[in-house]
Structure formats: structure tokens, C-alpha cells
């Protein structure tokens, strides 16, 4: 079942800041409102005379039409779509264990009722699955979220929602923003990263499609890294996928750009599997990059007011780095999506292309217009402009020179930027001379540096001109240089006046969503495959001039990447450079000479690093644990990334052993090297998380490469020192109930079978004294366990015990059994949300009947229970004096 624990007091202040839906006010009145009355913070009261956003933007409007993405008869239908608030969608998960009751629940019961509310003139339905989404598992609903929180009428489905959302049997996400990761192609043993991926939406689907073929008690090979550079943000990524109770899951906090690299040789490993292991390289990567977001208008009208086209145009640069760095990690034959909320060519289509000509015939974009045939898509251009500071721009030489550092070649549709022809080659190397002799007579101090290789300008700096007449004729003639160097092979007449660029690049293949096709936000998605290793060409060259024009320090290009690719917290040392940026791919290791004669040997060349890291690298990973006898090794775990607690293995034998016998957990479920905790300090942990197999051994890697990981969170939390101050329970560690749907096959001790009418009550009232249950065979074997905490599953059809399988569709939960009664740790919501489904499921009454509650007084004992708990947990009381 789902997590449904309680939220942090960080992560309750940044749900408030998130910007979820902010139809409902205009932030300036809030803000003035919450600075004058802090303590009343009602929506209503806040602002009382609620205003609508502005949906105007002439900026907006003049950009778009300029660049064709809608044709001319289109515009007003595409205008009005925008206006209107986004209708709610959300998703089934599909690893929920009551995914089919809900959406039984939505066909049977809430599409017919719904259908009740809608005016019906023109036949729409109040809610309906998406078509294009597999399984029926993700939902539109024809209500705004306003109306839904606004319409009396629809309270029940709006409860709804909001009660599976919190308990993580359902997800609430704009419609196209699932589309995605459905173009991933995801199976079961892959390794994933997710490069910016708060607040997490598409990290908890990729994690439903690696769980999808789950057997009880089993974790899939795969695995994901979601990874965003707002540690704040990460923090919501964390309390979204904790719904998901995945093992397989490591969140980490980096620059995507930036993203390290781990690669080590482990002498003793020559196998493929020992190969896959030194190296840190995915099969997919999703680059759903940050972007000004205009695709999300409807849901976040605020946009209207600040759209302007600068903001696209600086955040290109930042788009192909992250793409970039997502290929450089991508393993040879592995998919990888870039995609955006925004309308924008140029953080849309102008990336793509810049990322297929830095990557020449390494990646493709591919065609994927089979895939997914119901999503209503649009080409991606071929031909785009630039907007800057009021002017428009088709073609790199119509940049104005004091702008060349802000508008890039990369931004214009053509392919051939820097590729010269001879008459302009030549040109080039006049304007060259011209330079040299203005240097040499005025000597000004120029530095202008250019090379040509063939028809290539390889690099133009003219970095230090000066504000004198001649430095303004010199840089004309700079002017020229770079005019010259950006012409294209592809520019077009258009009606026989203005040129515009098309690129060669098959862009066609990108889609487009657009929000008057389907009713939806829009999006902009591309798929690449990775056929062969990144190499240096000089295409992917170019960019340094870009880079040195704009003073930029880290060079992008991929094998260059390496040098500058630890984020700023990480201490880089002399030898990271030594380190080749392309990690070795599976086809490169297929035997095991291989290795050793690859072209790009990052394995062998990751020995080199420093000093404190071979010690490192000596060290076993037990070593890493909370038994480690190297002071040193642990000081360097503690000081790696500051304010982050460390990762370290559970190996304490004498608690793990009491963790095992406790629960009777059979030897076949792996503990050893499996169990992790953020403290080096064995006496104070409080959480030990269980990890997959895939997550340990990035974990592993991660220690061999000295931790450059920065890892926020890591694992299924698993069992949680139990804070109850009755001494008598043999085990100082309760289950956590994420944890116990995996763990649950695997117990043989302190587990009950209660029958419905039991199991109900305990939800009921949370706390039952011995006597009062109404199974004879439960109540004396509830009063027999040993003290301390326990797992009561729900025995359907009341089943003999020795009879009962358990496996991820049995319904159970964590107890606590006390001298005189059983108590659930389960949070209210949750235990509310399990016993709605359970009458739905069984069609029995929620509640007792009243001669059941007169005959066992339930109710009044479980009062008087109930104010002797001594709750450790808000979610999760443990009983204290019982
Ligand atoms: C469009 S949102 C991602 C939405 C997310 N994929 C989801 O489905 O929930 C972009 C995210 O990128 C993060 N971000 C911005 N710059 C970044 C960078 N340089 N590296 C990594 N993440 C970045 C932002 O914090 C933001 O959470």
C-alpha cells in the first residue's frame, strides 16, 4: 500500500510554494496580503477580491504567429484554448496494490455520475481515459481544478482525488506531461537517469514501468537516477516517489550539465556484468529540461505577464549542455528524450539541432510517429527565427555584433553555421589581414585569433577591443569575420524577398503538442538513439567559439567535459582531466580483451585518481559502513558534500541478526549489502533503507570513485527505530510500512491473518484491547505475540492459516502489539483510505453495526487507549505504556 506518511515541515512549506495552480490570485495581492496579515492565510482571505490573470501578451502573440507553429485559421481557436484554465488529469499507479478497484471505481461509478453534472449540449464527457495512455491509466477530466474545488457537486470526486493522490494511488499531472517517458521505451532492467526531474511526476511513472513486472517480493535489475539541481525541489521529488515504495530509486543533486562521471577498474572483473558494474552509463535518459514553461499557460496564467522572448533564447545554451551531457551518458543503442513545456523553437527544435551537429553521426533522431498513434502531435519545424531586442532574425550574419555573445549560431535553423564556401573563405582571410594591420600600426590591444581549417572556422576571439575608432573599424571587420563564418548552405527565398534558413536536420520528426488539438498544455518532445560513441569533430568544435565569446569557463564539448564536470561543491583535483568523459559502452566490452583495447578506456584511466581516492579504492565497501575500522575512510565520507548526510552500508551484525529472527525474515531475502543509513554512527540510526541490487552497485562504484555521487536519498525506507518506551519488544526496529509490501513474503514471525469484520475494526479504532476482538483465533494469537511491533494482514476469504499466500495483492499493515491490545501504525489518512476501499471491495459497511459496537464497547475502550498513547510519530503512533 501506499506510503501516505506525513509530511515534513520542509516539505509542507514548499508544497505551499509550489506553483501548482495559481489561477486562484494575483501573487502581488499576495504577497501584500501575507505581509499584513501573516497569521490568516485563507485563500479568500488573502484576497478577498479576487481578480483573473491578464491572458494577454502582445510580445507572446507577435512571437508566435512569426514563427508558424499555428497556421493563420488556427490562431483564434489556439488564443481561446489558452485562456482557459488546464483541465485536471491524473494517473493510475499502476503498482498500486488497488489500481484496479480505482479504476473500476471511475468507470462504474464516477464516469455515470459525473456525466450528470456536465451541461451536455455538446456531448463531452465529464471524465474519460486518456486514449493514448496504455491500460487506461491515465485520466482527463473535462473540470478545471478550480471548478472541481469550487462546485459543490463534484466534492465527492474532488475528495477523491485528493485522498488517492495522498495516499499514491493516483498522481496528479497535466496530461502531455505524461507523454514523455512513455517514449522511452522502458523495460525492466534498465538503468535510468532522469536528469532534472523534480518535482517528480515523470520519475514515478519511469519507476511504475521498471516495477511493472513485479513478482511478490521481487526487485527488477533496473533502476533510477533522478537528479535536479534545486535541493529544495528534491526534496518534493522525494516526498512524490516515497508513494511509490521503490528500492530502486537513488535521487541525487547536481548540475545536470555537470553530471558526474564514474568509471573504475576493478582489476578482478573482467566479465561484461564486472565491466557494466565499473562504469556509470544508462540505457535511457530523460532530458525534460528546465524552460520558460509557456506550454503550461493554462495551468500557470502568471506566465502572461512575464513571458518575454529573451527568456527562451538564454536558456538555449543551458538546453544543449544538458542534452549534451544526457548523450555523453547515454550508452551506445539506449533512447533518450529532450523535451519541454515550452512552444519555443529555440529551446525546442534549435536544441535538437545543435545536439544532432555536435554529435554528427553518433546519434539520430528518430521517427516515432507509429509510437503512440491516438496522441494528436505536429511536426517540428525546420525553419524558425530569432527574436532579439525587438528585431528579427533569420540568420546568424543578421546578428548585430554586439549582441553575437548572447544570440548564438546554435539558435538558427542552419545546419552549416561555421562551413564556409571559398569565395568566403577567402574573404574571411582578407578581413583577417585587415586586423593585423590595424594591430600593427595602432597597436590596440586586439586579440583576435582565428584558424581555418579547410572551410572551417574553428575559433574567433576578439575578446579585448577597446572604445577607440579604431577598435569600432576593427571591429567591423571582426564583424565580417564572424558574418562570414556563420553563413549557410541552406538559405531559402521566400517570395523572392526575405531569406530564411531550413535545416538540413530531419526536425519533422520532433512533435509538437499543442493545446486546442486535445485540450491539454503543450509540449515538445524529440527521440534520439546514441549509435556509436561521441567523438571530437569539427563540428562539435565550434562551440568553443561560441563559449569563449561569451567568457563561459566550462567547455561543453563532450570530450573536453571532463576537466570542468564536477559541480562546484565537489573539490576537483589535479587528475580529473585524466578522465575520458565518454563512458565505455556494453558493445566495447563484449569480450574481455576488449576492454583493454577499447578506443575510450575510461575504466583504465579512472585509476588515476588522486591519492585520497586510491585509498579510497583500496578500501572494501564494508569498510564504508558503520563497522569501519578506517577513521580516515569515514572522515572522508562525513566531509564529500557538504550538508549532506552520508551514505553508508548497515552492516551491524548483531542488529541486523535481531532484525531477521524478530520477523522470522527467511535467509533467501538478502539483507547483507542491501540495508543503508544516513549515519556513521551505528547507536544513533534511526532509518535503514533497503536498496535493490542495481541501486548497490552504484552505490559501490560510487564509493570506488571517491563519492561523486551527491546522493539526497536512496532506497525503500525499510525499518525505523522504534521510539516506544516500552522496553520489552526484543527488536529495536520496527517496519516501516513502505517497506512491508516487499518484505511481507518473506516473514514467518509477528504476523496475523484477521478476518474482514477484524481488520475493519482495527482501522476503525485503531486500537483494540485483546478481548474485543471478534475471531476467537485471532484474539489468542494476537495476545501470544511477542511484544513490540507486528503485521496484520486482512484474510479475505477467512482462510485457514496455513493456507494463506502472501504475496503484493494481500492487504496488510503494521501493528503494534502491546500487553493488553494490537495498535495500527497507520496515518488517519491512510487508514480512512483503506477502509473506504475495502467497502467498496467487499460492499460491506464501513461501519459496525450497533449491537457489535454495544457488545464489545469498542468504542469507549479505544478512547481510553487512545489518550495513552504516547504518539512518537504523527502518522505512525507507537503505542507507549501497554
Ligand atoms: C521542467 S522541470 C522538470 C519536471 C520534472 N521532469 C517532472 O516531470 O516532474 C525542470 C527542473 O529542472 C531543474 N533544473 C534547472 N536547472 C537545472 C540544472 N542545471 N540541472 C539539473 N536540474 C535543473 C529545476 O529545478 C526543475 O525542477
Redesign the pocket.
Known amino acids: 500500500m501506499g506510503g501516505g506518511q506525513k509530511r515534513g515541515r520542509t516539505q509542507r512549506k514548499h508544497f505551499k510554494q509550489n506553483r501548482e495552480n495559481v489561477w486562484k490570485h494575483n501573487n502581488v495581492r499576495n504577497d501584500a496580503a501575507k505581509k499584513t496579515r501573516p497569521s490568516d492565510l485563507s485563500e479568500e482571505n488573502i484576497n478577498p477580491s479576487w481578480q483573473p490573470f491578464a491572458t494577454q501578451n502582445t510580445g507572446f502573440e507577435e512571437y508566435y504567429k512569426e514563427q508558424g507553429i499555428i497556421s493563420e485559421n488556427e490562431w483564434e481557436e489556439f488564443m481561446s484554448v489558452l485562456r482557459k484554465p488546464l483541465p485536471a488529469a491524473f494517473r493510475i499507479n499502476s503498482s498500486g496494490q488497488f489500481f484496479r478497484d480505482i479504476l473500476s471505481q471511475l468507470e462504474d461509478d464516477f464516469m455515470k455520475s459525473l456525466e450528470a453534472e456536465m451541461d451536455n449540449e455538446n456531448e463531452i464527457e465529464a471524465i474519460r481515459p486518456l486514449p493514448w495512455y496504455p491500460g487506461k491509466l491515465a485520466w482527463h477530466s473535462n473540470f478545471s481544478r478550480m471548478q472541481l474545488r469550487k462546485n459543490q457537486t463534484l466534492e465527492r470526486f474532488h475528495e477523491f482525488l485528493k485522498q488517492e493522490n495522498e495516499v499514491g494511488n493516483i498522481t496528479r ?1 497535466e496530461a502531455v ?1 505524461m507523454v ?1 517517458p512513455l517514449f522511452l521505451d522502458v523495460l525492466p532492467d534498465h538503468h535510468i537517469l ?12 519511469l519507476l511504475e514501468m521498471i516495477h511493472q513486472l513485479d513478482k511478490p517480493g521481487l526487485l527488477p535489475n533496473g533502476l533510477v537516477i533522478a ?4 535541493v529544495q ?1 528534491c526534496n518534493l ?1 522525494i516526498h ?1 516517489t516515497k508513494r511509490m515504495c521503490s528500492a530502486n530509486l537513488i535521487v541525487t543533486n ?6 558526474p562521471n564514474c568509471s573504475f577498474k576493478n582489476c578482478t572483473e573482467n566479465s561484461i556484468e564486472g565491466a557494466r558494474k565499473s562504469i556509470l552509463q544508462f540505457d535511457r535518459v ?1 532530458c ?4 520558460t ?1 509557456d506550454g503550461t499557460l493554462r495551468k500557470a496564467p502568471d506566465i502572461w505577464r512575464k513571458w518575454n522572448a529573451g527568456m527562451g533564447n538564454g536558456l538555449h545554451r ?1 538546453q544543449v ?2 542534452a549534451m551531457r544526457g548523450i555523453a551518458l547515454l550508452k551506445v543503442g539506449g533512447r533518450i528524450v529532450y ?3 515550452s512552444m519555443n523553437p529555440v529551446e525546442n527544435e534549435a536544441v535538437v539541432a545543435e545536439v544532432l551537429r555536435r554529435s554528427g553521426d553518433s546519434v539520430e533522431l528518430l521517427d516515432v510517429s507509429t509510437e503512440l498513434p491516438e496522441l494528436i502531435r505536429r511536426p517540428g519545424l525546420k525553419t524558425w527565427k530569432i527574436r532579439d531586442r525587438g528585431l528579427w532574425l533569420a540568420s546568424y550574419r543578421e546578428v548585430p555584433s554586439h549582441r553575437r555573445s548572447v544570440i548564438t549560431p546554435s539558435m538558427f535553423p542552419s545546419d552549416q553555421s561555421f562551413k564556409l564556401n571559398q569565395t568566403e573563405c577567402d574573404n574571411v582571410k582578407e578581413d583577417i589581414v585587415a586586423i593585423d594591420a590595424v594591430v600593427g600600426t595602432e597597436n590596440v590591444n586586439l586579440k583576435v585569433n582565428l584558424k581555418i581549417t579547410g572551410n572551417t572556422v574553428e575559433e574567433i576571439n576578439c575578446d579585448d577591443l577597446k572604445n577607440t575608432e579604431t577598435a569600432v573599424g576593427m571591429e567591423e571587420a571582426v564583424s565580417n569575420v564572424h558574418e562570414a563564418s556563420s553563413i549557410s548552405g541552406s538559405l531559402k527565398d521566400v517570395d523572392g524577398e526575405t531569406k530564411v534558413e531550413v535545416s538540413s536536420y530531419p526536425l519533422d520528426r520532433c512533435l509538437r503538442i499543442v493545446p486546442h488539438d486535445q485540450n491539454s498544455g503543450a509540449f515538445f518532445i524529440a527521440v534520439l538513439k546514441k549509435i556509436s560513441p561521441l567523438q571530437v569533430t569539427p563540428e562539435n568544435q565550434t562551440n568553443q567559439y561560441t563559449k569563449r565569446r561569451q567568457k563561459v569557463p566550462r567547455n561543453l564539448n563532450e570530450n573536453f567535459e571532463v576537466e570542468n564536470a564536477e559541480p562546484s561543491e565537489y573539490v576537483p583535483d589535479q587528475h580529473h582531466h585524466n578522465l575520458v568523459e565518454e563512458p565505455l559502452d556494453d558493445s566495447s566490452i563484449s569480450d574481455k580483451s576488449s576492454i583493454k583495447t577499447t578506443e575510450v578506456e575510461p575504466i583504465s584511466q579512472s585509476m588515476q585518481l588522486n591519492d585520497k581516492e586510491n585509498e579510497l579504492e583500496e578500501v572494501e565497501p564494508s569498510d564504508f559502513g558503520e563497522d569501519a575500522k578506517g577513521s580516515k575512510a569515514k572522515l572522508q565520507i562525513q566531509v564529500k558534500w557538504r550538508g549532506v548526510d552520508p551514505v553508508v552500508f548497515f552492516r551491524e551484525k548483531s542488529i541486523v541478526d535481531s532484525i531477521r529472527s524478530f520477523y522470522g525474515i527467511c535467509e533467501s531475502f538478502p539483507l547483507d549489502g542491501h540495508l543503508v543509513t544516513r549515519n556513521t554512527d551505528a547507536n544513533h540510526v534511526k532509518r535503514i533503507y533497503y536498496i535493490s541490487k542495481s541501486v548497490h552497485d552504484i552505490l559501490q562504484l560510487n564509493f570506488q570513485v571517491g563519492q561523486r555521487l551527491k546522493i539526497t536519498s536512496l532506497g525503500l525506507k525499510t525499518f525505523e527505530r522504534q521510539a516506544s518506551k516500552d522496553s520489552s519488544s526484543l527488536c529495536a526496529f520496527r517496519l516501516s510500512s513502505e517497506g512491508l509490501p516487499l518484505l511481507l513474503p518473506y516473514i514467518s514471525k509477528q504476523i496475523l491473518h484477521a478476518s474482514l469484520l477484524d481488520f475493519q475494526h482495527l482501522l476503525q479504532y485503531r486500537t483494540i484491547k485483546f478481548p474485543d476482538f471478534v475471531n476467537a483465533d485471532f484474539r489468542e494469537k494476537a495476545s501470544s505475540l511477542m511484544p513490540g511491533c507486528c503485521v496484520v494482514t486482512l484474510n479475505e476469504g477467512n482462510k485457514p492459516t496455513h493456507e494463506i499466500l502472501l504475496d503484493a495483492s494481500t492487504i496488510a499493515i503494521v501493528c503494534w502489539k502491546g500487553k493488553t491490545n494490537l495498535s495500527i501504525m497507520v496515518s488517519q489518512l491512510d487508514a480512512q483510505e483503506l477502509r473506504e476501499r475495502l467497502s467498496i471491495r467487499f460492499a460491506t459497511e464501513v461501519t459496525m453495526s450497533e449491537d457489535e459496537v454495544n457488545n464489545s464497547n469498542l468504542e469507549a475502550e479505544a478512547k481510553m487507549i487512545s489518550a495513552n498513547i504516547n504518539s512518537t510519530e504523527e502518522s505512525e503512533a507507537v503505542p507507549a505504556n501497554n
Do not use: W
Open positions: 499531472q506531461s514523455p532522469d536528469m532534472c526531474a523534480a518535482p517528480g511526476s515523470k520519475t514515478f511513472q537528479n535536479d539541481v534545486d525541489r521529488l512524490q547536481h548540475e545536470a550539465q555537470h553530471f530523460l525534460d529540461v528546465p524552460c514553461g543551458l549542455e544538458i523535451s519541454t513545456c
